[in-house]
């Protein structure tokens, strides 16, 4: 699977798992996509669904299936997904256009009406589009969402935007300005910039000594939140340039097992 190889999925493979909703269903209006292949104990999605449109069930680490006849497309659940996970997408806007919906943390937010590059699953730019809504919510800790209407013939790879240029982003750059004390960087871990600062003011000079210091990237998804974040408030701490902050390691997501397993397999019942 490519998300293993190259860190992304590929829209063949999401229609060869099921996962993908039918050319009809897209054409009537926006329907959820859960783009998600991994068994990671996990249910936000299904919880937040007010519809029932997206089962995981028991085991909680059964991957989620969503049911585009019930799915209303109201995005709601791209918010609550920690791994970024989940989009809308619609077809069915006409004079062949159609918009995808997709999580977006990052600083700043784009405006609606702006014109922005829309990005592939790979990070490779694919088309302009517009910004027709930003969802922002009030809660500290829910996901912002973006809305951008691109040509129809690129609702299937369309997933992000691109970012503001890198320069942007160094030290005394506005975006770095403006994260304070109390803004949560990684989710999964409830970090803070509070906590990245002190980290650095202990002695972090990379991405790997503020994770080993906070946890920051150590979630389920893998600093996949959180790592653009903790690079910009490096760079603006320290002066140091990107080569110099590295990377996040990120390892393979885990599943839970029964101390039976660990101890040598499964019960014989004598116990």
């Known amino acids: 699977m490519s998300l293993a190889s190259e860190g992304y999925l590929t829209l063949a ?3 060869e798992a099921g996962m993908y909703p039918s050319e009809e269903r897209m054409a009537k209006g926006p ?3 859960a783009e998600c292949v991994q068994q990671i104990p996990c249910n ?8 029932g449109a997206i089962k995981v069930g028991e085991p909680i680490i059964n991957l989620p299936c969503v049911d585009e006849g019930t799915c209303t497309g109201c995005g709601v659940c791209i918010a609550q997904c ?15 256009m159609g918009t995808v919906s ?9 405006e609606k009406g702006q014109t ?11 088309c302009d589009a517009e910004v027709v809504k930003v969802m922002n919510p009030k809660s500290f800790d829910r996901t912002p969402v973006v809305t951008l209407k691109i040509p129809v ?11 503001r240029p890198e320069t942007e982003l160094t030290a005394g750059g506005e975006a770095v300005q403006r994260f304070d004390d109390d803004m949560l960087v990684c989710r999964c871990e409830e970090v803070t910039v509070a906590e990245i600062r002190q980290a650095i003011a202990d002695g972090a000079r990379d991405v790997t000594g503020v994770k080993r210091r906070t946890r920051a990237g150590m979630g389920l998804c893998q600093g996949r939140t959180c790592e653009k974040m903790v690079q910009a408030i490096l760079r603006a701490e320290l002066g140091e340039t990107p080569q110099e902050i590295g990377h996040n390691t990120a390892r393979p997501p885990v599943r839970p097992v029964t101390f039976g397993s660990l101890a040598g397999g499964e019960s014989n019942g004598n116990e």
């Open 116 to 126: 922005v590059k829309a990005v592939s699953r790979k990070g490779e730019v694919v």
């Open 82 to 96: 920690s791994g970024l996970a989940i989009f809308v997408v619609d077809k069915s806007l006409g004079d062949g």
């Open 102 to 110: 997709f999580p977006y943390e990052y600083v700043p937010l784009p």
């Open 153 to 163: 013939e690129y609702v299937d790879e369309v997933r992000s935007m691109q970012r």
């Open 44 to 51: 936000p999605c299904e919880t937040a669904c007010r519809f």
């Open 13 to 15: 493979e999401l229609k």
């Open 31 to 33: 329907v959820a996509i």
